[in-house]
């Protein structure tokens, strides 16, 4: 029987390209997130502007332009002109990057191993996991909509 978690490693190891995954621990707010009011601090210097805190990590990944379909809810941006974004990307990811709807995918220029600036910065809107026969997580569709650059991400990716 093959492997599909091992055939997707070896494409994206042949065809991938490194991106920074950003993880939210929904258990623990950032400190800019007022309990009060419940609104994020514009720009937070810590968290990308998810109001959780959050870990970074690297990993391949290949990605191909998507239109989303019009069942899937919360893929596409609501802005006050209406639904804009019917293209957008779709992600596949290794079994273990286990993406959750509100983490972020960003596009980044490399210095190195160093993630150096951020190209995009992508909300994770819907995560697909795709089963083998056995009901095991093979690898990940990852449907994405582009998110607002804060002023302070490049500097936050820097020093994580
Ligand atoms: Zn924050």
């Known amino acids: 029987m093959r492997d599909l978690r091992a055939d997707i490693k070896d494409i994206l190891e042949k065809y991938g390209h ?16 007022s309990e009060r009011s419940g ?16 870990s ?6 290949r990605r191909k332009v998507s239109v989303v379909p019009e ?46 600036t951020i190209t995009e910065k992508l909300y994770v809107s819907v995560p697909d996991p795709l089963r083998g026969d056995t009901g095991r997580i093979e690898f990940w569709q990852v449907y994405v909509r582009l998110d607002w650059k804060g002023d302070n991400d490049d500097a936050t990716l820097t020093e994580h």
């Open 56 to 61: 970074i990590r690297s990993c391949l990944t």
């Open 71 to 116: 069942t899937l809810p919360g893929a596409r941006r609501v802005s006050p002109l209406g639904n804009i974004a019917a293209t957008t990307y779709k992600y596949y990811m290794e079994h273990d990057v286990a993406p959750q709807p509100g983490d972020l995918i960003l596009e980044v220029e490399w210095d190195g191993e160093k993630p150096a």
């Open 39 to 54: 609104e994020p601090m514009a720009d937070c210097p810590k968290c990308f502007g998810t109001t959780y805190k959050v």
């Open 18 to 33: 490194k991106v920074v995954y950003v993880r939210q621990d929904k258990r623990f707010r950032c400190d800019c997130y």
